[in-house]
């Protein structure tokens, strides 16, 4: 038996069996070649234990994570969870209280300066120069991130088109609507072409037109290279993301593909058809062996730890006078649902995200 590399490959003469050495087998002329697969890049973002504490509040608590070049990843949680002071840690803008945290290799606090110019951020309020023109806002901006002269003006132009910017050129900045000031806001990022961008709640008090335009560039972007990390409170959206983080009181409680977050819960959803529904959503919250009760497309939906038990036991005795039962259904979680269990700890109904 003779082993022969080359080219990256393992041929073994004379032998056809299929055991697996770390690569993958390619059938040629009655041989088996073992090629091996490229190596997985280098995380792109590497947090380890990253916190932040403002004087007794600990803003972010010994959040870990990686993530991988051209991602789309959504960082979710409730209004001081936490979300914007990460981003500004990352940013370089605030600094860490513990931990590390690292872009492209490079410690984002003690090597900020070297940092700022591979990303760019896009703020949750609009922070750009109402006084100044779209065109003089982009230029102003290119300058900052020192693009080369020559190559500024085509990129402002490649920027106005792909933002649909061109009509607006010479219109101030602060005249320009919400949905047309966010994309300015994220053409000023992209003005130096960054391999990663932050985006806090991009697409926050937009009409869905423009929720969506933003969400197809950033679609875009992700198909070139380019990594997008994404604050957003919109479970629609977080859906689109390739993976999510879960952020409660400063703390990581999960991070998967909304897939495996969605197959995590144990028990399926229980939506229950009664009238009138407001005082139901009360009512069945302070029922015994319930978790939670929210109003999804009229009907109450129960969160429980053993739902088809607690229905078994409203048949047979409903304990609601007031209230009129027209029956149930039952429905897959989405990623309201999760958020909702993580955000509300309702453990008894998640497990192991599933693959």
Known sequence: MILRKKSGEISRGGFDDKRDLGGRALLRCGRVFWKHPAPMPAPIIVLDGLQKTFRDTRAVDGVSLAIAPGEIFGFLGANGAGKTTTIRMLCGLVKPTGGSATIGGREVWRER??????????????????????????????????????????RIEKLLGEMDLTAK????????????????????????EPVLLFLDEPTSGLDPVHRQQIWDLLYHLAHDGTTIFVTTHYMDEAERCTSVGFLHAGRLLARETPRRLKASFK??????HVEPVMPALVQLRAAPGVLGVSLRSGHGRVYAADPRALVAQWQERWPFPGLTWHGHSWAEPDMEDVFKAYSQGYHAILGEAAP
């Open 169 to 192: 050129r010479d219109a101030m900045a602060g005249a320009l609507s919400g949905g047309m000031k966010q994309l300015l806001a994220m053409a000023c990022a992209l003005i130096h």
């Open 113 to 154: 300066y070297e940092v700022r110019t591979k990303f760019g951020y896009v703020a949750q309020k609009f922070s750009l120069y109402p006084d100044l023109t779209v065109v003089e806002n982009l230029r102003f901006f290119g300058g900052a991130y020192r693009v080369p002269r020559e190559r500024l003006e085509a």
């Open 267 to 272: 028990v399926p959803v229980l939506d229950m």
